[in-house]
């Protein structure tokens, strides 16, 4: 107990009262500007989050708008850009389901059903689906600016679909559909063969009248009689 004596001693002086003060002083502002610093690195870092949030969440919404205008022409699409087309939207549904957003689940389920909708109606009836894609944009922006209001309309939408398709509705669609692509498939399969150049096309031609001359002379070579010797 000695020392802390001496300590106490030393501490209430009043020749090192100074002394104390400014160490006090030092150890306060050291502690504020610590405080301060980790604030502002806590704010800082939440707006970069906030700002690669707002990055990603635009990208996915923007891919998803680009499938859904390729979904309103989707009969006039080659069967390679359908499958481009497709593994576009796979990645961008996958994406969509990994962002920190509350009900990306259910946003992802009825973007998924809404591109189904757009790629039936252009292969069946093709008409202008602008007001279709629209809707579609506005919703998955409003889905991203209030995401809690707008999850429990995807949520209605999709209860009010699933009870108003019963299961003989869904297997005549998807009859529909295999239907619709296999005419589809079968249209670019039929297309004519690209025709053959003048040039070759002679070519070939001069080739095989020179073929079958030499033949004939080889041909009138054997056949000739072989002179008598005298």
């Given at each position: 107990?000695q020392?802390?004596n ?14 104390v003060f ?13 405080v ?9 870092i939440k ?12 990208a ?12 309103s ?15 576009a939207v796979?990645q961008?549904?996958?994406q ?8 990306s689940?259910v ?14 109606t252009?292969a ?5 689906l ?6 579609f ?6 889905w991203q ?7 429990k309309i995807?949520?209605?939408d999709?209860d ?6 019963n299961?003989t ?7 529909q ?9 079968d249209q670019?399969?039929?297309?004519p063969a690209a ?9 070939t031609a ?13 041909q009138a ?10």
């Open positions: 107990m020392w802390w001496n300590f106490v001693s030393w501490l209430t002086a009043a020749s090192n009262q100074s002394m400014s160490a006090v002083v030092l150890i306060v502002s050291i502690v504020v500007a610590s301060l610093a980790a604030l502002i690195s806590r704010g800082a707006r970069l989050l906030a700002q690669n949030d707002r990055a990603l969440k635009a996915v919404i923007g891919t998803l708008v680009d499938a859904a205008t390729e979904a022409v989707w009969n006039s699409l080659t069967p390679q850009e359908q499958v481009m087309a497709d593994r796979g961008a549904d996958v969509l389901r990994l962002l920190p957003i509350k009900g689940g946003a992802a389920n009825w973007a998924a059903h809404q591109l189904a909708e757009l790629k039936r252009s069946t009836f093709g008409y202008q602008e007001p279709a894609l629209l809707e944009r506005d919703r998955l922006v409003e600016e209030k995401p809690g209001r707008t999850r995807f949520q209605s999709l009010r679909w699933k009870v108003s398709k299961s509705e869904k297997n005549l669609l998807a009859e559909d295999a239907w619709t692509a296999q005419q589809h498939h670019f399969d039929a297309a025709p053959v150049p003048h040039q070759y096309a002679s070519g001069s080739a095989s009248t020179e073929t079958q001359r030499l033949l004939d002379d080889v070579l054997e056949v000739r009689p072989t002179p008598l010797q005298s």
